[in-house]
């Protein structure tokens, strides 16, 4: 598919008429975070773009925190920009596990049809961020319906699917520019911002060798970064891969699918009494394995997607690359 | 949405609820429509507004219309069940997960090693067998309870032994002045069989620690690891692979299991706790 741009003012015009149509949320920047917000013709123009990451993992669009999954919802389509490629390339493992097999979760699939997703480049690196570690370019490749890129005022907008052109062409902008462009500045960009991860990330292990090292690790390891944990499963809500949850009844037979975690006590604990995970640091220790040993195992593919939001997230300031440095360090 | 629901309970008539033991009921459900399940599958059960809770049908998957259901009382939601009179109306999802290779167990000699409420999935099994019991050479069935008066399913014995090709054997921790049978823990039932171990096929279901020592027993008197069929109790909440509560190293028991082979799972370090 052809890419298309437009200047970024018509662009704001174009999303403003289209909020008539869509939800549309995208990042909006706040003192001490960027976060996903439902847009409104005022805030249209306060989005900001290419900036790493919203706060909020992709994963919310489709797999809300708390949702009724037995009552039918009708909902506006939503689209979403600005999701970054961590995020979409931990739509991959979702995808698996909510889609595929003889069990389809039809709410998941209904909200993955119904979002138009529109990625982004990453053209700054955050302190924690280390996608390229695992082998993630840090700019849309897939599951996504439109890559966006922001460069001399332009929208550049390169449609991935179907879905993502129509929405393009719903623009309605005069000057929206379709056909060939010159991509060289944004591929310049792309690289240098590719080359800063990579250096930024020099001595972080791969994905294979954190899965030698988290198989080879003593239980002194996770004891010691266990001692300042406190159970909160905050990695897990903002970890774009993590996808426990938890069936709450209600009245009229009716199921909450609610947000869970392996890092909550009595996660596993059966009715008899035994709890596999009781203690602490082996929560923690299975937080690693299920990353880098199981669901690769599984589903072939990495939980972790180096995004950086689960080292931001912890109050106990456990450090995730930290504890993966340490195990491998004498691999 | 035109694709099944995987969250929604279709509805069950709670018939009866017959106490077993003081802490074990069997409870009769009946359903509008036929409802198929394979033998050691299970079914999530929903009480309104309560909880949800997985159990191992304990009736035989060839009676499509009813379906009994053998509940110790051990938590939150056990409890609400133990306090129902029959009468009200459950939600049931499922059945679930892979069940017991019936097919693989052919022209085999048999073991069938129960203690406790473990008793309800390989009363499933049995009756499953025995459908067609001329197609296995025979089913040892060693079945231990703490003392007689736990035992669950007492009317069935008697037509259990009058088959043919069934041999069963009991044993109780503690014995009362009518208990002729043995006594002690269930794996001494093992020492009694005159058996080809290595060729045997063995289903194990019961309390963690009877499946430990059972399985560990019947590897010493030279059970093959592939032939030892386990079923393993884990927390579940959705019961179809997606919730990650079952999870056990690489499989979800729900999904993969809840029937594993030893040798699927041995190298898993909680397997039995
Ligand atoms: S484990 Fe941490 S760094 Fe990896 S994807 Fe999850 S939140 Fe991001
Ligand atoms: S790390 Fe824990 S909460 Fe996250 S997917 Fe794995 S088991 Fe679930
Ligand atoms: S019970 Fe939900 S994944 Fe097994």
Redesign the pocket.
């Known amino acids: 598919m052809k890419p298309y741009s437009i200047y970024i003012d018509k662009w704001s015009q174009g999303l403003a008429k289209l909020l008539q149509k869509y939800d549309i949320y995208a990042p909006i920047k706040h003192e001490n975070y960027l976060d996903y917000e439902l847009l409104t013709p005022g805030s249209v123009s306060a989005v900001v773009y290419n900036q790493p990451k919203p706060s909020t993992p992709l994963k919310a669009f489709f797999f809300p925190v708390k949702e009724n999954v037995v009552r039918e919802t009708s909902k506006r389509t939503k689209v979403v920009i600005g999701a970054p490629s961590c995020d979409l390339q931990a739509l991959k493992l979702l995808d698996r596990i909510f889609l595929e097999g003889e069990y389809l979760d039809t709410y998941y699939q209904k909200a993955r049809e119904e979002t138009i997703v529109i990625g982004t480049d990453c053209l700054d690196i955050q302190e924690h961020c280390h996608c390229t570690t695992y082998g993630i370019e840090p700019y849309p490749t897939e599951n996504c319906d439109i890559s966006l890129a922001i460069w001399d005022q332009k929208v550049m907008l390169q449609p991935l699917t179907a879905k993502g052109e129509q929405f393009i062409n719903e623009l309605d902008a005069h000057d929206l520019f379709h056909g060939e462009i010159d991509f060289t500045d944004l591929l310049q960009k792309r690289e240098s911002v590719r080359q800063r991860l990579k250096i930024h990330n020099q001595n972080l292990p791969d994905n294979e060798k954190t899965r030698e090292g988290v198989i080879k690790a003593e239980d002194a390891i996770w004891k010691k970064y266990a001692a300042t944990c406190v159970s909160c499963g905050a990695c897990?809500a903002i970890?774009p891969?993590?996808?426990?949850f938890l069936l709450i009844d209600r009245q009229g037979f009716e199921k909450i699918k609610n947000w869970d975690?392996?890092?909550y006590p009595a996660f596993e604990k059966v009715a008899a009494g035994e709890d596999p995970l009781k203690k602490l640091y082996n929560r923690l220790a299975?937080?690693y394995f299920?990353?880098f040993v199981y669901k690769p195992d599984m589903f072939g593919e990495i939980?972790c997607t180096g995004c950086g939001r689960c080292i931001e997230a912890c109050i106990g300031k456990i450090n995730k690359n930290e504890i993966i440095t340490e195990i491998c360090q004498h691999l | 949405m035109s694709e099944k629901n995987i969250y929604k309970p279709i509805k069950f008539h709670l018939d009866k609820v017959v106490e077993e033991t003081p802490a074990i009921k069997t409870f009769f459900l009946s359903a509008e429509q036929d409802f198929n399940f394979k033998t050691g599958q299970f079914v999530e059960v929903t009480i309104d507004g309560v909880g949800e809770a997985p159990y191992t049908p304990s009736s035989s998957p060839y009676v499509k219309d009813r379906m009994e259901l053998t509940v110790m009382k051990a938590g939150y939601v056990t409890d609400k069940m133990h306090q129902l009179k029959g009468g009200e109306i459950l939600g049931i999802r499922g059945p679930f997960g892979k069940g017991y290779p019936v097919e693989k167990f052919y022209n085999r000699e048999i073991i069938i090693l129960g203690g406790g409420v473990g008793l309800a999935p390989l009363r499933c099994l049995i009756y499953s067998l025995l459908e067609e019991e001329d197609k296995f050479r025979k089913i040892n069935i060693c079945f231990g309870a703490k003392t007689p008066a736990d035992f669950c399913y007492k009317n069935w014995f008697p037509e259990l032994l009058r088959r043919e090709r069934v041999h069963l054997l009991r044993s109780v921790d503690k014995a009362d002045s009518n208990w002729n049978e043995t006594v002690g823990v269930v794996t001494v039932l093992l020492d009694k069989l005159r058996v080809d171990w290595a060729n045997l096929i063995a289903i194990v279901c019961g309390p963690p620690i009877m499946m430990k020592f059972g399985t560990l027993r019947l590897l010493e008197l030279g059970c093959r690891e592939e032939n030892i069929y386990l079923s393993m109790e884990k927390n579940m909440s959705c019961g179809l692979g997606k919730c990650?509560h079952c999870?056990m190293g690489n499989y979800f028991v729900c999904k993969d299991g809840p029937v594993f082979t030893y040798d699927q799972i041995k190298n898993h370090p909680d397997i039995w706790i």
């Open positions: 897990a970890c891969t993590c996808h426990c975690t392996c890092q299975n937080r299920c990353k939980a | 990650g999870a």
